[in-house]
């Protein structure tokens, strides 16, 4: 059974540093493109990271310069640095992997 397993999420304040984790359980990442999304209330859940099997990444214009993500296939991980939070950050972020999707955790970020 496939899992993937999401930790780090924590509530900080505007200007904080965050690392998420995302971990894979009955599955091997290296041939895989992955993703960070972000679901807050009332809006869709959007792509903050998106990161390519050779570690090509990308992000929108609202991250741009301040998450970074990362890849760590002999582990199966996958990484989130999230700088310079806002108050906008705040979410729950997901992990996905083909069809996969993580359970989330929670970011939020208030002063």
């Given at each position: 059974?496939?899992?993937?397993?999401?930790?780090?999420?924590?509530?900080?304040?505007?200007?904080?540093?965050?690392?998420?984790?995302?971990?894979?359980?009955?599955?091997?990442?290296?041939?895989?493109?992955?993703?960070?999304?972000?679901?807050?209330?009332?809006?869709?859940?959007?792509?903050?990271?998106?990161?390519?099997?050779?570690g090509f990444t990308n992000y929108p214009d609202s991250v741009q310069g301040r998450f970074?993500?990362?890849r760590n296939d002999a582990e199966n991980k996958l990484?989130?640095?999230?700088?310079?939070?806002?108050?906008?950050?705040?979410?729950?972020?997901?992990?996905?992997?083909?069809?996969?999707?993580?359970?989330?955790?929670?970011?939020?970020?208030?002063?």
């Amino acid at each position: 059974q496939v899992q993937l397993v999401e930790s780090g999420g924590d509530s900080v304040q505007p200007g904080d540093s965050l690392r998420l984790s995302c971990e894979g359980i009955g599955i091997t990442f290296k041939t895989y493109g992955m993703g960070w999304y972000r679901q807050s209330p009332g809006r869709e859940r959007e792509l903050v990271a998106g990161i390519s099997p050779t570690g090509f990444t990308n992000y929108p214009d609202s991250v741009q310069g301040r998450f970074v993500a990362s890849r760590n296939d002999a582990e199966n991980k996958l990484y989130l640095q999230m700088n310079t939070l806002k108050p906008n950050d705040s979410g729950m972020y997901y992990c996905h992997l083909g069809k996969y999707w993580g359970q989330g955790t929670q970011v939020t970020v208030s002063s």
